[in-house]
């Protein structure tokens, strides 16, 4: 079976990157974005980083951070894979010698297509819910019918992602990995094990369900 991966960001406490990797994520998100109330200092987050064992990535989120301020991260915390919620270009996302992927905000009148092959360079593209002055992290879901059928690079599904419709959305757009943060939060940047451990179980739920051909009846 072919697994969707498992991404939960915005985690600001050991006990909850513990918690996520027991629950079988298959990635940690750590956000780097000043005005996020789920923003790390490097030192925060080498304390986490310290508790997520081998082969669970750790992602460093940026928006729209000088470079300079990328690269003292990456000499401070040992970031696996980079990821950018702001207006970065494709040069700007490529210069830094490590994997990274770029969030679009999806909305109508956008055009995903044109928007995704910009950064194909990149290890994917996440798709996001816009929101006027927001870069992410808005626990809303966009319309996944604007994404459905496109030919797009690899795709990460986030945006208004919980226990609840993971599925769906992994119904819609069969996307390589899912991304959730406030879905699974009691606070911003407080994760609860319970509903963690919930949607994960939801997304293998969801994995069998196509595994076996059921899916169209599911949904």
Same mark, same amino acid.
Request: proline letters at 6%.
């Given at each position: ?17 513990? !918690? ?5 994520? @298959? ?33 460093? +989120?940026?928006? @729209? &951070?000088? !470079? ?5 991260? +990456? ?6 894979? +980079? ?27 956008? @055009? ?15 798709? @996001? ?33 919980? !226990? ?8 819609? +757009? ?12 009691? !606070? ?23 595994? &076996?051909?059921?899916? &169209?009846?599911?949904?």
């Amino acid at each position: 079976m072919v697994a969707t991966r498992i991404k939960i960001c915005g985690i600001t406490r050991p006990e909850d990157a513990r !918690a996520a990797v027991e629950g079988g994520v @298959d990635a940690i998100g750590i956000v780097f974005y000043p005005d996020s109330p789920r923003a790390l200092a490097a030192q925060e987050a080498r304390e986490i980083i310290a508790v997520v064992p081998p082969f669970v990535t750790v992602v460093g +989120l940026f928006v @729209d &951070e000088p !470079a300079a301020g990328v690269r003292r991260i +990456l000499r401070e915390v040992p970031v696996d894979l +980079l990821q950018f919620h702001g207006e970065e270009t494709p040069e700007y996302c490529r210069q830094f010698d490590r994997p990274w992927m770029k969030a679009l905000r999806v909305r109508h009148g956008g @055009d995903i297509v044109r928007d995704s092959a910009r950064y194909a360079a990149g290890r994917g593209v996440l798709l @996001d819910t816009w929101h006027e002055g927001k870069a992410g992290g808005t626990g809303q879901r966009f319309d996944w019918g604007l994404a459905r059928g496109q030919a797009l690079p690899p795709v990460v599904l986030a945006g208004g992602l919980d !226990a609840e419709n993971v599925a769906e959305g992994i119904h819609a +757009l069969h996307p390589v990995a899912v991304d959730v943060s406030s879905g699974v939060e009691v !606070a911003p940047g407080i994760k609860d094990v319970a509903r963690m451990h919930a949607f994960i179980a939801a997304v293998r739920a969801a994995d069998r369900a196509i595994q &076996e051909g059921g899916n &169209e009846q599911q949904y």
